[in-house]
C-alpha cells in the first residue's frame, strides 16, 4: 500500500510563498494522478490540485494563478509552490493519489498557517 509523507508548513505572512512536498512509497505511484487537498478547521477536505502521470495539471478557482503543483516521478515526491497566499489558504495539506487510494492511506498532513 501507498504511504504519503508531507513536510514543509509552516507560518508564513498573508502574501508570501511556501512550498510543501509529499514523498510516497511504492514505485508504482509514478503512474497514478497525484492530488493535493486540504482541511481547514471545520470544513471537509477538497482537493486543491492534481497532476498527472504525464505532467497536466488541474487547480481549483480559488488558487488558479497562485498555486503550481509538480513531480518528480524518480523521486516518487509531488511538490505544491503556494505564492500570494490568503488567510484563507490556512489548512491541513496532504497528498494522495486522485481519486484518495483509501481512507487508510492518509498521512499526518503538513499545517500550512497564513497570518493576515
Known amino acids: 500500500q501507498v504511504q504519503f509523507v508531507e513536510s514543509g508548513g509552516g507560518l508564513v505572512q498573508s502574501g508570501g510563498s511556501l512550498k510543501v512536498s509529499c514523498a510516497a512509497s511504492?514505485?508504482?505511484?509514478?503512474?497514478?494522478?497525484a492530488g493535493w487537498y486540504r482541511q481547514a478547521p471545520g470544513k471537509q477536505r477538497e482537493l486543491v490540485a492534481s497532476?498527472?502521470?504525464?505532467?497536466?495539471?488541474n487547480y481549483i478557482d480559488s488558487v488558479k494563478g497562485r498555486f503550481t503543483i509538480s513531480r518528480d516521478n524518480a523521486k516518487n515526491t509531488v511538490y505544491l509552490q503556494m505564492d500570494s497566499l490568503k488567510s484563507e489558504d490556512t489548512a491541513v495539506y496532504f497528498c494522495?493519489?486522485?481519486?484518495?487510494?483509501?481512507?487508510?492511506?492518509w498521512g499526518q498532513g503538513t499545517q500550512v498557517t497564513v497570518s493576515s
Open positions: 494522495n493519489t486522485y481519486p484518495a487510494l483509501s481512507s487508510s492511506s
Open positions: 497532476i498527472t502521470s504525464g505532467g497536466n495539471t
Open positions: 511504492g514505485s508504482i505511484f509514478r503512474f497514478y494522478i
